[in-house]
């Protein structure tokens, strides 16, 4: 059973960073694009970031230069840097992931993915 449980969130300042990890169980981690999603209130799930099997990524506009995905492999572990935090970055984080391994952008996330953690919120303060 695929399992991924998020941690790292809170509440910081605008222009503070927080550090997210997901911790993976029940799949071969290595193997799978990981991704991490974000959900503000009120609106619906939107790409944060994705990281491939071979260490391609791709960030959203909205976060890049400013947020930074990786994964230790050894650990089963994927992790999303945050810096310059802004208000605008308010939302649930969600790490996930297909269960055939592979992560398509160019889909909605709802239709992307298929396997979710339960979300870390993260609020900025302005």
């Known amino acids: 059973e695929v399992q991924l449980v998020e941690s790292g969130g809170g509440l910081v300042q605008a222009g503070g960073s927080l550090r997210?990890?997901?911790?993976?169980?029940g799949f071969?981690?290595?193997?799978?694009?990981m991704?991490?999603?974000?959900?503000a209130p009120g609106k619906g799930p939107e790409w944060v970031s994705v990281i491939n099997s071979v260490g391609s990524t791709y960030y959203a506009d909205?976060?890049?230069?400013r947020f930074t995905?990786?994964?230790?492999?050894?650990?089963?572990t994927l992790y999303l840097q945050m810096n310059s935090?802004?208000?605008?970055?308010?939302?649930?984080?969600?790490?996930?992931t297909r269960h055939n391994g592979i992560v398509v952008v160019t889909t909605t996330p709802?239709?992307?993915?298929?396997?979710?953690?339960?979300g870390t919120l993260v609020t900025v303060s302005s």
């Open 62 to 65: 909205s976060v890049k230069g």
């Open 69 to 76: 995905i990786s994964r230790d492999n050894a650990r089963n």
């Open 28 to 33: 071969t981690f290595g193997s799978h694009d």
């Open 110 to 118: 709802r239709d992307a993915l298929d396997a979710w953690g339960q």
């Open 85 to 96: 935090l802004k208000h605008e970055d308010t939302a649930v984080y969600y790490c996930a």
């Open 35 to 39: 991704s991490w999603v974000r959900q």
């Open 20 to 25: 997210l990890s997901c911790a993976a169980s």
